[in-house]
């Protein structure tokens, strides 16, 4: 079948997409070309969005743009022949070159913003390592210790000056200095750390601060216990406690389990038809007490009930009795309890 001519192709774009065929003849202004550069240099438009626009190649565009950014030699003085109707023979040598001076200082301008967003993108990833996911962390509020190691992280990693980075971390010039000279100390702590950190391993993960302290106290070493504290709290040291339990009368089944008669409708259409019963605990400052009432589910008001210093079955009996001493001869409520 062969290749069709430029001609046969043309009427085949505009058969199919009639009017969006671009078509370019004779040399593009130097104007749009330059336009053209510096919207890819700006990363505004990719090669090929800048050379559909213009109606080129985008290998053309790519030229324009080496020559206009690399050696400065391009769209300098080039002769052609004049187009019919056109009256100019050359561009102008020196507004090109000014035109490409503005070019550079554009380009140097966007490699500076993007330094610039590079910079405060590491700070902002730096801050949330530093701090971590625990509840409350807050990037924007960094310890000094904490602002000064992000600086220096930074400043060794993307080779920024670290001074350079005092106003975006938001520290002070002597404070900076004052922890970097602090940070190269030795550790003082060091020591004392090593023997916290057995002790607590030695206990199983179980002692605190003070157990910990009254054991290095007992070994003949003399510290604070809030310098413990602080040592293990700082390093994570935090001991595995047993959470206190609330009571539950409930101590599974011991027979066959009754047939549910209430099937969650507490509802009674006249006293002593349904009692609901359930043991409570109370803290008060002489200690722990017990109330075991009993409910009638018709107006909701107690039938009996106990008080006592521990849940157990003579509480709950002595309810019953006291309940059960209310009726009347032929009443048989139902008692619901948990």
Known sequence: MGYPSKEVLASWIDELAPGERRIRRGPVPG???RDAVLKV???ELSSREAAEAVGVDSSVVRNWKRQLLGDAKGLMVTKREPERGDSSQQDDPDALRGEIATLRADLERLRAEQRAMEIRLAIMKGAAELVGKEPGADPDNLTSREKTTLIKDISETLGVNAESLLKEVGIARSTYYYQLKAMRRPDKNANLLSL?????ENSRR???YKRIHLELKSAGIIVSAKRIMRLMISHGMVPVLKSAKRYSSYKGEIGGAPANLVNRDFHATAPNRLWVTDITEFSIPAGKVYLSPVIDCH??????WTIGTSPNAAL???MLR?????LKPGETPIIHSD
């Open 322 to 326: 006291d309940a059960c001493a209310t």
């Open 196 to 200: 916290v950190r057995e002790a607590f």
């Open 299 to 304: 107006d909701g008001m107690p039938v009996a």
């Open 31 to 33: 104007e749009l070309k």
């Open 41 to 43: 240099a700006s990363g």
């Open 206 to 208: 179980r002692y605190g």
């Open 316 to 318: 709950a009996n002595g």
